[in-house]
């Protein structure tokens, strides 16, 4: 007769493998691994975007950093960087391309010379205003289409596994 600990362990390994459709000691078939899912579920929602983002010339990660602008005005590069998720290097090419279409502007910090600001330029609030409608817009289709309790619960779920990551921040609603 198997030990009250193992009869434990087998119920968890049974309930988990109803949760999932994989037994949690057994190799995922990579597809169904979790960064994968997690891959392919951001390409399924940003092929919903990215026609919206060529039809302005702006790619996924100027988006990006217009969105980040769009709250906060006046940014150092690295404040920048961490919200807008990009990398310095690929952050310190990309903001001198916005900034020759003349949608951001870079200003000294005042407490420290050395350094620089990034805000938007009014052209680039007007893109952002305009962008950010159409934005809503796929967010609507896309809440339509797989149900307003169902993309809060993926909210609630996303948000637990980025909590596990103990230098995660935690985001707001939006």
Known sequence: MPSAKKTSVIKRNAADTALTGFAPMTSRSFERSLPMLLMRARDAVMQRFRPHLREHDVTEQQWRILRVLAEQHGIDMQSLAERSYIQAASLSRTIPLLEGRGLVERSPDPADQRRSRVSLSKAGRTLFDAMVQE????????????????????????????????????????
Do not use: F, K, N, V
């Not at 609507?140 to 596994?161: F, H, K, N, S, V």
């Open 135 to 174: 934005s809503a817009e796929i967010y609507a289709q896309l809440e339509t289409e797989i149900g307003g309790p169902q993309l809060r619960e993926i909210y609630r779920m996303l948000d637990g596994l980025i909590a596990l990551d103990p230098g995660a921040t935690a985001a707001s609603d939006d």
